[in-house]
C-alpha cells in the first residue's frame, strides 16, 4: 500500500491526465449543481415544516424522514434502476434529494432560532407572509445557519462519489479504473483525496468568509441545536 | 410506473435479500463493535493535554473526515487482500472511529471542570478521574449522538456492497435480473432500512428527551 518510491510524475501522462480532468469535471459539475439544488429544495422543504397549512407540513416532515432514513446509495439505485434515469441525473437528483432533507432540518433550526418577536413585529407592520418569511425571517436564519449549512455542503462534495456505483466516471472512479491499470494506488488515491479535500476548504473559506461579511453588529446570535 | 406487485418476486429472491439483510446487520454489528472502543480511544486521545496523544489522534481524526467514504473503501478493496468481510468492517470501523471520536470529545468537554478539580483534589489520579468522574458523566450525554452515528453505520453498510452481497447488493442483483421490476424492488429494499433506520431514529429521540427531562 505504501510504496517506497513515489511517482507522481505519471499523473502528468498524457495517456492518464485527460481522463483525471474528465473525472475532475464530472465531480465539480455534481457538486455545484448538487449544492445549488439542495440548498434550494432543503429551504423550501424546511419553510414548509414550519407552516400552518397541515397537509404541507406534513409532506415536509415525511420527506424529512423518508430521505434521511434510507442509504444514499438506495435513494441513487432508486432513480437509476426504479426510474431508469441516465446515470448522471440519477446519481444527480440522489443527491439531491439525500442532502435536501439534511438542510431542510438546517434550516427547520435555523428559523425556529429567530425569536418570534420579529414575526409578530412584522405582521404588526403589515408585511404579507411572503413578505415576512424572505425580508425578515430567512435573512436572518441563513446568518445564523452558516456554519451547519457549509458542513451539509462539504458532506455532499464527498458524497458526490457515490456515483461510482452507478459508473458515472468522476474522479474515484476513475482513481479506479488508472490505478488498476497502472498499480500506481498511492498516487492517484492521494490526488482523488487532495480534490475532494481541496473543494471542501473552498467552501469553509467560503463559509468563513460569508460570516464576516453578513455580519450585522448587535444581531442575535443564538446557539442552533442541531442534530447530525 | 405500475402498481406495486411484489408477487412478482419468487421465494428465492426472497431469500436473497433477506440473506443481504442478515450480512447488512452482522457488519453493522461487528462496525461498531470494534469502533466504539477506538473511537473512544481516540476521542481521548484527542482531548489529552499531552501532544505525543493528542497530535496523531487529531491528525487521524481530521484525515478520515475529510475523505469520502467511497474513495476510502474502494481504496481498501483494491490495495487490501483479507476476506471481503473483514475488510469492509475494517473501512466502515476505522472511518466510524474518527466520528465517534468527535462525539467523545463533545462529550467530555461538556463535562463541568469543576467536577474534574474536586476530583484531582481528593487526590486522584488521571486515569481514575477519567474512568471514575468523567467518562461516565460524559457518556451520558453521548449516548443519544452514538445512537445516531449507528443510524449512520446502518446506511454505510449499503456502501459495502463494492464487494458483497448485502442488503442493496442483493436490491441491485435481482432489479438487474427483473428490469421490469425494479421499481418494486428498490422499494422494497429502502423500506426495510427505513424501518431499521426510523426505528433507531425514534429511539435516539426518545434517549434525548429523558436526558433532558434529566437534566432539569
Known amino acids: 500500500m505504501f510504496p517506497a518510491v513515489l511517482d507522481f510524475q505519471i499523473l502528468l501522462d498524457p495517456q492518464y491526465l485527460p481522463l483525471f480532468i474528465k473525472g475532475l469535471k464530472t465531480t465539480l459539475l455534481l457538486c455545484v449543481l448538487g449544492n445549488i439544488v439542495s440548498v434550494i429544495l432543503g429551504t423550501l422543504i424546511g419553510i414548509s415544516k ?68 420579529e414575526s409578530k413585529a412584522a405582521d404588526a407592520l403589515g408585511f404579507n407572509s411572503y413578505d415576512k418569511i424572505t425580508k425578515i425571517i430567512l435573512p436572518q436564519a441563513f446568518r445564523i445557519i452558516i456554519p451547519p449549512m457549509s458542513n451539509q455542503l462539504m458532506n455532499l462534495t464527498k458524497n458526490t462519489s457515490i456515483v461510482y456505483f452507478i459508473t458515472v466516471a468522476d474522479i474515484t472512479y476513475i482513481f479506479e479504473t488508472l490505478s488498476a491499470q497502472t498499480f500506481k494506488f498511492f498516487e492517484f488515491f492521494v490526488v482523488a483525496a487532495l480534490t475532494y479535500m481541496i473543494i471542501c476548504w473552498i467552501i469553509a473559506l467560503a463559509s468563513y468568509w460569508a460570516e464576516k461579511y453578513f455580519y450585522v453588529p448587535g444581531m442575535i446570535n443564538l446557539e442552533v441545536g442541531l442534530d447530525h | 410506473m405500475h402498481i406495486i406487485a411484489l408477487v412478482n418476486l419468487i421465494p428465492p429472491d426472497f431469500s436473497l435479500i433477506f440473506d443481504g439483510l442478515k450480512i447488512t446487520l ?27 496523544f493528542r497530535w496523531p489522534a487529531a491528525l487521524y481524526i481530521e484525515l478520515i ?56 483534589s481528593l487526590g486522584m489520579k488521571t486515569p481514575q478521574v477519567l474512568m471514575k468522574i468523567a467518562i461516565p458523566q460524559a457518556v451520558t450525554r453521548m449516548i443519544p449522538a452514538l445512537v445516531n452515528q449507528f443510524n449512520v453505520v446502518i446506511k454505510d453498510t449499503s456502501l459495502v456492497s463494492i464487494g458483497l452481497l448485502e442488503l442493496t447488493k442483493a436490491g441491485k442483483i435481482l432489479s438487474e435480473r427483473k428490469p421490469m421490476y425494479s421499481m418494486e424492488i428498490i422499494l422494497l429494499i429502502a423500506v426495510i432500512y427505513f424501518v431499521i433506520c426510523y426505528g433507531l431514529s425514534i429511539f435516539g429521540q426518545y434517549l434525548e428527551r429523558r436526558y433532558a427531562e434529566r437534566l432539569q
Request: hydrophobic share 55%; net charge positive.
Open chain 1, 50 to 117: 414550519l407552516s400552518d397549512f397541515k397537509p404541507l407540513k406534513y409532506f415536509a416532515s415525511a420527506y424529512v424522514e423518508v430521505f434521511r432514513n434510507t442509504p444514499l446509495l438506495v435513494q441513487v439505485y432508486f432513480f437509476y434502476f426504479g426510474l431508469a434515469l441516465e446515470p448522471f441525473w440519477a446519481g444527480l437528483f440522489g443527491l439531491c434529494t439525500y442532502t435536501s432533507s439534511y438542510i431542510a432540518e438546517v434550516v427547520r433550526a435555523g428559523i425556529q432560532s429567530v425569536p418570534e418577536i
Open chain 2, 26 to 52: 452482522i457488519i453493522a454489528f461487528w462496525t461498531a463493535v470494534f469502533a466504539l472502543p477506538f473511537g473512544i480511544l481516540l476521542g481521548v486521545m484527542r482531548s489529552s493535554r499531552i501532544k505525543l
Open chain 2, 65 to 120: 473526515r475529510s475523505l469520502p467514504l467511497v474513495l476510502y473503501m474502494v481504496m481498501i478493496f483494491l490495495t487490501m487482500s483479507f476476506g471481503a468481510e473483514s475488510r469492509g468492517v475494517f473501512t466502515l470501523a476505522s472511518f466510524t472511529a474518527a466520528y465517534i471520536a468527535e462525539i467523545v470529545r463533545g462529550g467530555l468537554k461538556s463535562v463541568d471542570k469543576n467536577q474534574l478539580r474536586a476530583a484531582y
